[in-house]
């Protein structure tokens, strides 16, 4: 049986979100999808409300602690919005009822933007998949869950712990260290506003191609040919001296046993020498595979699992007042967060629905805030979605990704939010 009230702190991913975000570097994804009808605002509020008891790590709002913040129950009622032009904005609690993700309707799309503080791309595309599900059973549709859906199971309470402070041990910390990163520099788009662009294509096409020529995974390719785009279209990037480092987000869950709805996710990376001047492709690729398999193993995850939570755990850090470590993440974030990272790739997989939804959600979209360049990567039925989301207006690094995918012989079909009319105004 749930609790009515409850309470807890901020898991270790999260911690950093509050004290960084700002317009400019929100901290908010979206999980986007796209109906076989037109959206009724009316049933999908309903809908929401009736599903946000059953996610109490959805159903809060963020207070504020003498040492750290915390998360309170929320038992507001839940407005949907009509979709804004800009993907991913950063909002206010204060004006969304304390909550901190959003559900918006256009046309036919149902759109989730949250905050990364209180979840990952996983626990966020659960709680979309039980929205869509409960607006399709009050549309009268009598849909078998299969299993698939998460509000038609019990609560349990794995789903709300902390897995970075219960996967915590102290014997295997080590020092984290990250030298800083090459950037990707250019003129920026007006209002906070960031370019959105998805190429869909063919899942077995892509499949037959990263694993029958290049003997690879797609996140693996993917990573290497962004890596290998951005040494040819970089004008400053040879001879730079910091490395270009390419962050992979990986979700713990299969290496811990682990079904929490929380932040439950660690960055792997590509790294590359921007000393180098004979890049080529497969020599790329070669080096993300070696660094791939040497990351993703379960004692160096745990590892860096620890020594984050060791960190959390320093006796100084926890009694330091929490305006004082407010200012010290955003110090500190300034300093290490954004420098060490050249950009992101995020793959969220392939969305496994109910095979009653087959035909009533036709696509979905995975996007990331951008500071820089963001890449995300999902699947549904036939096809997946590699998507571009940055705020940079020059675009040739994302010409050669889809021109190479083009040349090898990959059938791309491309969508945006830019229209001919934003050329005045962004």
């Known amino acids: 049986m749930k609790k009515k009230k409850y309470w807890y702190k901020i898991d270790n991913a999260g911690k950093i979100f509050p004290a960084v975000s700002k317009d400019d570097r929100s901290n908010v994804f979206r999980l986007s999808f796209y109906l076989d009808e037109v959206v009724d605002p009316l049933i999908l509020e309903e809908a929401v409300n009736k599903v946000l008891p059953r996610f109490e790590t959805f159903a809060v709002q963020l207070k504020n602690g003498l040492f750290w913040n915390y998360f ?29 993700f959003k559900v918006y309707y256009h ?35 009598k849909i078998d869950h299969e299993g698939k859906i998460l509000s038609e199971k019990p609560y349990s309470k794995k789903e709300s712990e902390d897995n970075f402070v219960s996967n915590y041990d102290k014997d295997k910390r080590r020092n984290l260290q990250e030298e800083k990163a090459y950037h990707i520099e250019g003129e920026r788009f007006s209002h906070h506003w960031f370019l959105f662009l998805k190429a869909k294509v ?20 993917i990573t290497a040919l962004l890596a290998y785009s951005i040494y040819k279209e970089s004008n400053d990037f040879t001879g730079n001296k910091k490395p270009l480092k390419i962050f992979v987000p990986v ?32 020599n790329m690729l070669e080096l993300t595979k070696e660094q791939f398999k040497d990351q993703l193993d379960k004692d160096k995850l745990q590892s860096r699992v620890s020594s984050l939570v060791g960190f959390e755990k320093n006796a100084f850090l926890r009694i330091m ?14 300093i290490l967060g954004e420098s060490i990272s050249s950009c992101s790739i995020s793959n969220l997989g392939i969305v496994d629905l109910p095979s009653g939804f087959k035909d009533k959600i036709l696509d979905v979209d995975f996007v990331n805030a951008a500071y820089g360049l963001s890449m995300t990567l999902i699947s549904l039925d036939d096809y997946s979605n590699i998507i571009f989301s940055t705020p940079i207006k020059e675009l040739a690094i994302i010409n050669h990704v889809i021109s190479s995918l083009v ?19 962004l």
């Open 202 to 221: 063919n899942t077995k096409s892509l499949i037959e191609l990263v694993k029958n020529k290049y003997h690879t995974t797609i996140t693996i390719y």
């Open 251 to 282: 979700n713990l869950r299969p290496y811990f046993d682990s079904t929490t709805l929380r932040n439950f996710s660690l960055y792997i990376k590509g790294t590359y020498d921007s000393m180098r001047t004979d890049w080529t492709f497969e």
């Open 321 to 334: 007042p929490l305006f004082i470590k407010t200012i010290a993440f955003k110090i500190g974030y300034n």
């Open 107 to 141: 046309d036919n799309k149902i759109s989730l933007e949250t905050f990364h503080a209180i979840t990952d791309g996983t626990g966020a595309l659960h709680f979309l998949k039980s929205i869509a599900y409960y607006y399709f059973k009050l549309r009268g549709f």
């Open 72 to 100: 309170a129950a929320n038992n507001h009622h839940f407005k949907v919005s009509p979709e804004s032009a800009q993907l991913c904005k950063y909002f206010k609690p204060m004006n969304n009822r304390g909550y901190l």
């Open 407 to 425: 040349n090898e012989g990959l059938d791309i079909t491309l969508d945006t939010n830019f229209k001919e009319d934003y050329d005045e105004i």
